[in-house]
Each structure stands twice: as structure tokens, then as C-alpha cells.
T-cell receptor
Framework: EAQVTQNPRYLITVTGKKLTVTCSQN?????MSWYRQDPGLGLRQIYY???????DKGDVPEGYKVSRKEKRNFPLILESPSPNQTSLYFC???????????????FGPGTRLTVL | GESVGLHLPTLSVQEGDNSIINCAYS??????FIWYKQESGKGPQFIID???NMDKRQGQRVTVLLNKTVKHLSLQIAATQPGDSAVYFC????????????WGAGTKLIIKP
């Protein structure tokens, strides 16, 4: 089954304790992206990647890191989490349109993170 | 600045009626628009998209209309069913980049029995 998976689905942690949220897709998509979703703000893009070893900042990259060592994986790293990073996080992937745009994004189930 | 917004945060519709969800955008350079549906506890799911060279596009029970003159996008759902209950997001591509989407805040669609 074609899907985007995220782990963990739920995480409660404390300020300053490094954490990683994994994302994996089995559709051989070039494009992967991380979003955070907060009430009333819709989805805001954190980082995205157009292929292996190619990553770019989204709208709200501060406090986050990503890596794209393999095509299927795109982990999100919080080196020193803070309470304002409490949010619902979504990973997404898509093919890249050869005309210069991205195709439909497929989203993972979400990771609810609470930073105390 | 660039923004994608929705006129109504919540929309209540009688089951069987048609639903219309509206979205305004401000970036004239955007040329790709998408509607996503997010059910409770799940990630957003693609519904339909439209490029700026079109005014209308139809899918199964859904139609997206694009009015570039007034920078307005709408999603019409025919014969609304209980399974249509969700939050609906419109998104546009960033005019400077095809690889970033700008998302609206979402409209919650409630289906009344």
C-alpha cells in the first residue's frame, strides 16, 4: 500500500531534550516536506526537500533541522525543543512535475508533539 | 503579504444539499490551486486541483471554480453526505516557487442530518 508513515504518532517530552520524528514514504517520491498545524493557522511549512541531499527552508524553519540521506526518509529533528514547538506535525511527499511544479502531496497521519 | 484565506471558518449544511466553500488568495503570480480535506485525526487528503489556465474543473461530486479577476477560489460539493464532514483547506503555490504551498486556515464543514 502506498503510504507515508510517521513515528512516533504521539510524543510528550521536556524542554531541551533532543528528539527526532521519522518520516518514510514508499512511493519513490522526489519531494518531501514537513508541516506544522496549529489551530487557526492552517498548515505551515517547516522544511522541504526536492531530492536526496537537497533541502530548503519553508516558512517556519527556526528550531528545526532535517536531513535527506535517502530518498524514502526525511526525519525532522528538534535539537532543543521548546514549548512553542508543541504542535501537530505532518510529513508529506509527492512526485515532481517535470514542467516545474509538484504533483499531489500525500500526507502522513501526523505526530502530536507536546513539549513541557 | 501573500495570504490565502477563507471567508467562513464553519459551514453547516443539510445532508443532501450542495456545499460551497470559498477561499480568497492575494498572490497574482500563483498559478496552481488545490483543495484538501482533513478528517478528524488524519492528515490532509487531496480532493481536486486547478491550474490558472482553467476556470472550472470537475471531479466526482466536487467542482472547483477559479475566478482570477477577483482572486477567488471555491469548492462545490454536490449532494453532501455525512462522510463529507471535515475541515477543508485551500492552498496555492508560492508564486516565486512551485515547490511551496501557501495554505489557508481551513473551513470546517458540518453536515446536519
Amino acid at each position: 500500500e502506498a503510504q507515508v508513515t510517521q513515528n512516533p504518532r504521539y510524543l510528550i517530552t521536556v524542554t531541551g531534550k533532543k528528539l527526532t520524528v521519522t518520516c518514510s514514504q514508499n512511493m519513490n517520491h522526489e519531494y518531501m516536506s514537513w508541516y506544522r498545524q496549529d489551530p487557526g493557522l492552517g498548515l505551515r511549512q517547516i522544511y522541504y526537500s526536492m531530492n536526496v541531499e537537497v533541502t530548503d527552508k519553508g516558512d517556519v524553519p527556526e528550531g528545526y533541522k532535517v536531513s535527506r540521506k535517502e530518498k524514502r526518509n526525511f526525519p525532522l529533528i528538534l535539537e532543543s525543543p521548546s514549548p512553542n514547538q508543541t504542535s501537530l506535525y505532518f510529513c508529506a511527499s509527492s512526485l515532481l512535475d517535470l514542467a516545474g511544479g509538484q504533483d499531489t502531496q500525500y500526507f502522513g497521519p501526523g505526530t502530536r508533539l507536546t513539549v513541557l | 503579504g501573500e495570504s490565502v484565506g477563507l471567508h467562513l471558518p464553519t459551514l453547516s449544511v443539510q445532508e443532501g444539499d450542495n456545499s460551497i466553500i470559498n477561499c480568497a488568495y492575494s498572490n497574482s503570480a500563483s498559478d496552481y490551486f488545490i483543495w484538501y480535506k482533513q478528517e478528524s485525526g488524519k492528515g490532509p487528503q487531496f480532493i481536486i486541483d486547478i491550474r490558472s489556465n482553467m476556470d472550472k474543473r470537475q471531479g466526482q461530486r466536487v467542482t472547483v471554480l477559479l475566478n482570477k479577476t477577483v482572486k477567488h477560489l471555491s469548492l462545490q460539493i454536490a449532494a453532501t453526505q455525512p462522510g463529507d464532514s471535515a475541515v477543508y483547506f485551500c492552498a496555492e503555490n508560492n508564486g516565486d516557487s512551485n515547490y511551496q504551498l501557501i495554505w489557508g486556515a481551513g473551513t470546517k464543514l458540518i453536515i446536519k442530518p
